[in-house]
């Protein structure tokens, strides 16, 4: 899944309007965020196999230490607790862990059977909704499309820049999804290492939007 992880960020900015935009993302990505670092380093690994799916053409041989149902309960874990020890916040604090375990259980949904269970188990869980091209249309895309209304009723904007920086990012967004599903299959793991890793722009990205754009009263 792409759009549908940043349609929860989008969705949760109404569950805690005062969390920044680029945290949001960075929680609901973050295991995506950490799966491209541990490529390069030989840590995890993928194959290229066109066909695979009917949506994806990437076989995940085994991301452990970022997918397992296990390693991710850490990672929620984790990035709560240092969300609470800068802010303070409890509630943001649970926002942002929900968020990180959110990523696993879209991946759920929409992989074939590779998500481990915990590192060095053989079980692997997966619903296989990508072998769908329709059924993953209308399930990612209705995400998307929800969490961008409910992201603009939890905030207006400052300026202009807030108007167009927001509705920029979601234009680059649907559109390296659609080229995801009618391009040629990418050349190689690298070029999936480097697009991944490039992603943080994005995490950049929001927290550019967030300083130009405001919760509205009530919002929350």
Partial sequence: MFIGHYAVAFAAKKASPRISLGTLILASQFVDLLWPVLVLLGWEHLRI???????????????????????????????AGLFYLVRRTPRGAVVVGMLVLSHWVLDLLVHEPDLPLSPGTETRLG????????????????????????????????????????????????????????????????????????????????????RHREARPGSS
């Fill in 127 to 210: 619903l296989g909704l990508w072998n769908s091209v329709a059924g993953t249309l209308v399930v990612e895309v209705g995400l998307f499309l929800l969490g961008i209304v409910l992201y603009l009723t939890a905030t207006k904007t400052k300026d202009r820049i807030g108007v167009y920086g927001f509705w920029g990012l979601v234009v680059v967004l649907l559109g390296i999804y659609t080229a995801n599903l009618l391009g040629p299959p990418p050349p190689d793991p690298g070029a999936i290492v480097i697009a991944g890793n490039a992603s943080w722009l994005f995490v950049l990205w929001a927290y550019w939007i967030d």
């Fill in 49 to 79: 196999e066109p066909g695979i799916t009917a949506v994806s053409p990437i076989e995940f041989t085994d991301y452990p230490i970022s997918h397992s149902l296990v390693a991710v309960l850490f990672w929620a874990l984790l990035l």
